[in-house]
């Protein structure tokens, strides 16, 4: 006789698809942002397997690039988290937008839920730069009506103590931080509770 066992409860997979500030440069392996939400996650009793798609100096030309390779992953949330590397470099806003616009379509036609993490331009490059650079996200959230966390380093931004040596990237304390304050928004995506 066969055993017949009911399927397993299906566990979200959350897509991290971002930069060096989701691959956890700088840090141990277990110490960047996608295992640490997972964990966060976990404690808020909501099981997810949080994939780390995370590439060190992506911009969002090179996030394109990459998304249907990352989306075989079949996720049920993709945290789309681009545009730091884009605003560094001064790459022209229309570019970045055109690029996240293609990715959130994308995305979208698999049935996977998004959460743009919105990023803001340095002042080193004018006002005018930043004015444009800093409307895109919002911009993108009200088109597609996607949640939007406003800027992916709130509460760490400018803080040395929360920072590595370069003052770009998060160390472990800015992690939890930035951990901390977007956890509630992916649980409220995937079904949880807050």
Do not use: C
Request: charged letters at 20%; hydrophobic letters at 45%.
């Amino acid at each position: 006789m066969l055993a017949i066992t009911p399927a397993a409860a299906h566990v979200p997979v959350i897509l991290d698809f971002g930069d060096s500030l989701t691959a956890g440069y700088g840090l141990a392996p277990d110490q960047a942002f996608p295992p640490r939400l997972q964990a966060a996650l976990q404690r808020r009793g909501i099981e997810t397997r949080v994939v780390n798609a995370g590439v060190s100096g992506d911009t969002t030309a090179g996030g394109l690039a990459r998304l249907d390779w990352a989306l075989a992953d079949k996720p049920d949330l993709v945290i789309l988290a681009l545009g730091a590397n884009d605003a560094l470099r001064g790459i022209d806003p229309a570019a970045v937008r055109g690029n996240l616009d293609k990715m959130i379509r994308r995305i979208e036609t698999t049935g996977a839920k998004v959460l743009l993490v919105g990023m803001l331009a340095p002042p080193n490059w004018g006002e005018e730069y930043k004015t444009e650079f800093d409307r895109i996200f919002p911009d993108l959230a009200r088109t597609y009506g996607v949640p939007l966390y406003p800027f992916f380093l709130e509460g760490v931004a400018m803080k040395p103590e929360l920072n590595q040596p370069d003052g770009l990237h998060p160390n472990e304390r800015g992690v939890a931080v930035l951990v901390d304050r977007i956890a509630p928004f992916v649980a409220r995506l995937v079904g949880g509770p807050s």
